[in-house]
């Protein structure tokens, strides 16, 4: 992992990254920039072309890592930009656009040119656009609105070139292979675990399962957080303190919903009565949704060489998730995943494996689509062109 501080769309921003990452899917799948679309991957089509330095540039192609200490304006930064507001009415005005999907590296391709060419001609203005391919509208009505703007006299621009000593790829680390999680924290808005188990409050869910296992061999597997860990659906550990606080992911899919949860936990042992309790916060990225959750379980002697094992949670989600944590569709969910981890933990008490599936489906997906579809639209309207 690499460390880098940029400054995106006027905002400092920090973040860990592998250094095979691309600028692009950083600001899309870190940052949440979608207005930075990605066509062709492969620095052909123009459609990811955004601001860097003030110099239009392919994110596709570029390493976010090359990025350090860079000033990065995609789409959405330039809102309040008078010559992106003058291009961007010159492209309505023009019939510039059609589906939208070229416009975002158009318009950033357009800004560079106004700017920089301001006495080109039509030819030239053609020459300038070639790197960037429009499948809908024949390019006639953007030459047209550049040549509105170069005509009318551009506005003034807010971002200009400015030279930057970059970080040179020759010192960039080696590709690490393992540690798929990119941690990011963006100034403002640090990820901290600063609550305590009595302050979560939300759904109650109450379940017991029995397990053909004895109270010790439960124990001893329940009591060993990376082996716990390895029975769980979608759970990643990335560190395990000595104070009993934990890092990690979990990545719940659900037919066409994936949230991945990012974030700490402080987990309590009490051997004497084979109790404990687990509680901490995550978030998952895309959605903006976060979590606060806690969970207290007791091992409790059955029948001969089987436990009970009783679990309490308490969920709080909030967010645009927070539409799928109604008790009954958690309770589905909690249902099967319990299933897989208490196969899973009897597996593994064996030396065998039970394999664990990647997706579920569920009786509440036809509610859920439609839930999914309205989150969708909200989440396309927060963006602003
Ligand atoms: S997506 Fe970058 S040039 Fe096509
Ligand atoms: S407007 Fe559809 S690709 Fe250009």
């Known amino acids: 992992m690499h460390e880098i501080s940029m400054t995106v ?35 052909v089509c123009g459609a990811c072309t ?20 860079a000033d990065i304006r995609t789409i959405e930064g330039l809102n309040d930009d008078p010559l992106m507001k003058q291009i961007q009415n010159a492209f309505c005005e023009n ?29 030239q203005v053609r020459k300038e656009l070639s790197g960037n391919l429009c499948r809908c509208t024949g390019y006639a009505g953007i030459v047209a609105a550049i040549r509105q703007v170069l005509d009318s006299g551009p506005e003034n ?9 970059s970080t040179r790829f020759s010192e960039l680390p080696k590709i690490e292979k393992k540690n798929p999680i990119t941690e990011i924290t963006v100034q403002g808005h640090p990820e901290s675990l600063d609550i305590s188990p009595e302050e979560i409050t939300g759904v109650n869910l109450d379940k017991e399962v029995i397990l053909e296992l004895s109270n010790e061999k439960l124990w001893e597997i329940i009591s060993d957080l990376p082996t ?8 990643s550990l990335e560190s395990v303190g000595d104070d009993g606080s934990v890092i990690g992911r979990l990545t719940i899919a659900v037919g066409p919903i994936k949230a991945s ?25 895309l959605t903006r949704s976060k979590i606060l959750a806690s969970l207290s379980f007791n091992i409790e002697h059955f029948e001969e060489n089987c436990s009970k094992l009783s679990l309490h949670v308490i969920y709080d989600i909030r967010g645009p998730l927070s539409q799928f ?26 030396g065998t494996e039970h394999k664990i599936p990647e997706n579920r489906s569920f009786k509440v997906l036809p509610f859920m689509g439609t839930v999914l579809k309205s989150l969708i639209m909200r989440l396309f309207r927060q963006k602003k062109f």
């Open 228 to 235: 716990v860990a390895s029975c769980i659906p979608g759970m």
């Open 9 to 43: 769309n006027g905002s400092v921003v920090q973040a860990s990254v592998e250094p095979r990452t691309h600028l692009a899917d950083f600001l899309r799948d870190d940052l949440l920039l979608t207005g930075t679309h990605l066509g062709c991957e492969q620095g």
């Open 157 to 165: 621009a807010s971002v200009t070139p400015i030279t930057r000593e």
């Open 325 to 350: 944590g109604r008790k009954a569709l958690v309770e589905e969910i909690a249902d099967s995943l319990l299933k897989d981890i208490t196969r899973s933990i009897v597996a593994k008490a064996s």
């Open 261 to 285: 949860f990012s974030g700490k936990g402080i987990v309590n042992f009490n051997p004497a009565n084979t109790s404990g309790q687990l509680y901490g916060a995550g978030t998952d990225r």
């Open 95 to 123: 019939h510039g656009l059609q589906c939208g999907y070229c416009t975002p590296g158009m318009l950033a391709t357009a800004y560079d040119i106004v700017r920089r060419l301001p006495d080109i001609d039509d030819q």
């Open 50 to 69: 955004i601001l860097v330095d003030g110099r239009p540039v392919r994110s596709c192609l570029t390493f976010a890592c090359g990025c350090d200490g």
